[in-house]
């Protein structure tokens, strides 16, 4: 469901919002408004305030599951770096882990699970042919293909059936 129920979303901020707007002209009773409306946007000296019970509601178990352990580091390190900066270093841990999962499992992947003639499926990585100009070494590049057979073979002559 939205967070509005279907009903558009209004700013209880009014017209006077707006410097233009209240440079035109502003009714005593707008000023008043306004000036009401400017106190109680000054927050009290124990906000925002943490509710547990709140957060355990608005969030999954499984996401409590996985960003348990950086939470306990991170609440227990709190004393020592201070509230602010434990809760950006948790931020900064958090996706450093991930990335680092992530390249761990590319790496994973085209080390072990790579297309080759035994697998149907999954990710065909080939080489290309070096870039030999005249004068360089190596010119005219000749493959180490030798013949015919050896191209598109995907790794059969290296197995070991």
Same mark, same amino acid.
């Given at each position: 469901?939205?967070?509005?129920?279907?009903?558009?979303?209004?700013?209880?901020?009014?017209?006077?919002?707006?410097?233009?707007?209240?440079?035109?002209?502003?009714?005593?009773?707008?000023?008043?408004?306004?000036?009401?409306?400017?106190?109680?946007?000054?927050?009290?000296?124990?906000?925002?305030?943490?509710?547990?019970?709140?957060?355990?509601?608005?969030? =999954?178990?499984?996401?409590? !599951?996985?960003?348990?352990?950086?939470?306990?580091?991170?609440?227990?390190?709190?004393?020592? #770096?201070?509230?602010?900066?434990?809760? =950006?270093?948790?931020?900064?841990?958090?996706?450093?882990?991930?990335?680092?999962?992530?390249? #761990?499992?590319?790496?994973?992947? !085209?080390?072990?699970?790579?297309?080759?003639?035994?697998?149907?499926?999954?990710?065909?990585?080939?080489?290309?042919?070096?870039?030999?100009?005249?004068?360089?070494?190596?010119?005219?590049?000749?493959?180490?293909?030798? =013949?015919? =057979?050896?191209?598109?073979?995907?790794? !059969?002559?290296?197995?070991?059936?």
């Amino acid at each position: 469901m939205a967070q509005t129920a279907g009903v558009k979303p209004m700013t209880i901020a009014g017209r006077v919002a707006s410097e233009r707007e209240r440079c035109i002209g502003m009714t005593d009773a707008e000023r008043a408004w306004r000036k009401q409306w400017l106190q109680d946007q000054v927050l009290a000296s124990n906000e925002p305030v943490h509710v547990e019970e709140y957060w355990r509601e608005r969030t =999954n178990p499984i996401r409590r !599951f996985y960003r348990k352990p950086l939470d306990v580091l991170f609440t227990k390190l709190s004393p020592v #770096l201070g509230q602010e900066r434990a809760i =950006n270093y948790r931020y900064i841990t958090g996706k450093l882990g991930l990335m680092a999962i992530g390249v #761990l499992s590319i790496h994973y992947y !085209f080390k072990y699970q790579g297309n080759d003639w035994t697998k149907k499926g999954g990710w065909r990585v080939l080489k290309t042919k070096p870039m030999v100009l005249p004068g360089q070494p190596g010119f005219p590049y000749k493959s180490e293909r030798c =013949n015919d =057979n050896d191209y598109a073979e995907r790794g !059969f002559k290296k197995a070991t059936i």
